[in-house]
């Protein structure tokens, strides 16, 4: 099992801060994890319509969305952040 977390309008969206999921094993990078979780629910699929917005961390460790996952303990969702 992978914990996921969700920060910002990801967690508003899906409407959880975090759920522990079992992640297929065809499910391979970024973006498979993330065209994988837009079919479970409509709601997963209007916090990821935008997918090339959102950012993934594996472990705490942010990936590209073309970058194998492995086999994470945890994976965050969130979308761009801005800082000053």
Request: glycine share 10%; hydrophobic share 40%.
């Amino acid at each position: 099992m992978t914990k996921m977390v969700y920060f910002a309008w990801v967690r508003e969206r899906i409407g959880l801060t975090e759920e522990e999921i079992d992640i297929p094993g065809n499910v391979k990078t970024g973006a498979d994890l993330l065209a994988w979780m837009k079919g479970r629910g409509h709601n997963y699929e209007a916090a990821l319509a935008f997918d090339n917005a959102i950012r993934i961390a594996v472990d705490h460790e942010h990936i590209d969305q073309k970058e194998d996952i492995g086999s994470p303990r945890e994976i965050a969702l969130f979308p761009p952040m801005t800082g000053g």
